[in-house]
């Protein structure tokens, strides 16, 4: 599985990486990102930076929004791997009381004669 992974950050992180350091530089000039669509022009709620922090501001933004859907949509699996894991104790621990039991039990059944 190391290797599998080792393939996909050559075929797709190491371009994708190339990528957006290419963007970075061909899009170095300063933009103005207006916050209030009403009245542009107004300062206070405008930013002023190179385009390219704003792509990857925007990049990481859509990562972290995504990895928090990903992690609530997944949260009755984690759930149940919990209940699961907890109940797989319970029962290793219900079978070593009966193999620590097992000794003391004596048969009261007579042995089957060999033939």
Sequence with gaps: MTRLKKILTLVILV??????????????????????PFRPEDSVLSLTGPFFLF?????????LIGSIGTWWTQG???????IEAREAVRWQAEADR??????AVVSTRPALPHS
């Design 55 to 63: 792509l990857l501001l925007s990049l990481i933004l859509g990562m």
């Design 15 to 36: 371009p994708l990486g190339i990528l957006l350091i290419v963007l970075s530089v061909a899009n170095r000039q300063s933009v103005t990102l207006a916050l209030n």
């Design 76 to 82: 009755r699996y984690r759930r149940q791997a919990r």
């Design 98 to 103: 009966q193999k620590t039991q097992a000794p």
